[in-house]
């Protein structure tokens, strides 16, 4: 899979992840939890890494941490994890219990969950990265609304990560968060590239153009994944996904070539967007 340097480190992050959101809640027993192996194998296979999560997301954390020990794996993943609460000791202990549950010491990545009190979060992700316990630290929010607010923190503040919502239909990041963090060296997440999945359900039966095999493209996932990887801006997509299939889907649009931006002027508003 391509990879994209993490601006504040060099390190090389391969350009597509799994988001866990709704796919890795899943309760032990049940066929969905037995899908999950396959879709974590799927991600490797490809040359992924990246594992998305939150202590918002009921039982994912919990999940990812079972399936890495199950197969051995944590030290091929990188976890991103976020901390959503407020007050600082309640932060602190949310995330040890993130911890606990990721069956991991160390945390690649802590992301503050869509800047929910992130002034007092901030002081302890400095003071947990220099002391080893997270090896990097960011923000994250999903919706425009919030994008004065985030550019001001990230004006504002020392970050590694910034995880933002960027997709066909939500292309607002484009006029200012998006450059902005590529001026202040932050590395990009990009979340609900497929528009939390209406994308997807909007475009099922519409038929693939045909200057998709151009950019090696077979389906929808891979086009609008590649789409979002066009900006020069993004380091990493995170589809969110709890099926195999769909995952050896979304891991193709990080192989092979991806166009500039300008590839895409006349063919959005030929697709409608
Ligand atoms: N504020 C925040 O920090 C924030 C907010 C939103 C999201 N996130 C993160 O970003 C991740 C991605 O966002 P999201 O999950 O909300 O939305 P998304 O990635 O835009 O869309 C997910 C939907 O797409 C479907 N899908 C995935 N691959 C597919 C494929 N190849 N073909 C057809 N359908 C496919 C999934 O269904 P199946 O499960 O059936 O595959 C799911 O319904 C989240 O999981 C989470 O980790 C963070």
């Known amino acids: 899979m391509n990879t994209r340097p993490i601006p504040s480190s060099g390190e090389a992050l391969p350009v597509i992840g799994v988001g866990t959101y709704v796919g890795f809640d899943q309760a032990p027993g049940s066929a969905a939890y037995a899908a999950l192996p396959g879709v974590v194998e799927a991600l490797f296979d490809a040359g992924g890494k990246v594992f ?16 890495l020990a ?3 794996r944590r030290d091929d993943a990188f976890i991103a994890t976020k901390v959503w609460t407020r007050g600082k000791a309640e932060g602190m202990r949310q995330m040890e219990a993130s911890m606990r549950l990721l069956r991991s010491e160390r945390i690649d990545l802590m992301q503050i969950h869509n800047l929910v009190d992130w002034r007092a979060h901030l002081v302890t992700l400095h003071g947990w990265k220099e002391r080893g316990r997270i090896r990097y630290l960011g923000i994250t929010h999903y919706t425009s609304s919030a994008y004065a607010e985030v550019e001001a923190v990230l004006r504002a503040e020392p970050l590694d990560f910034l995880q933002i919502n960027y997709a066909l239909d939500e292309r607002e990041a484009e006029r200012r968060v998006l450059p902005l963090a590529a ?6 997440i990009v979340n609900r590239p497929f528009g939390g999945g209406g994308l997807m359900r909007r475009l099922a039966n519409t038929p693939l153009p045909a200057w998709a095999a151009e950019i090696g493209c077979t389906s929808w996932a891979q086009l609008l994944l590649k789409f979002v ?7 990493c997509a995170i589809p969110g996904t709890g099926r ?5 889907d979304d891991v193709r649009a990080g192989l092979g070539e991806v166009p500039p931006p300008a590839f895409w002027k006349d063919k959005l508003a030929a697709l409608g967007y």
Do not use: C, F, K, W
Request: proline share 5%; aromatic share 2%; glycine share 10%.
């Open 229 to 235: 990887l066009s900006h020069p801006a993004v380091t």
């Open 70 to 72: 199950a197969n051995g």
């Open 183 to 188: 001026e202040r060296g932050v590395a990009v």
């Open 52 to 67: 998305d999560s939150s202590p918002m997301y009921g039982r994912a954390e919990e999940t990812i941490g079972e399936l």
């Open 244 to 248: 195999r299939e769909h995952m050896e």
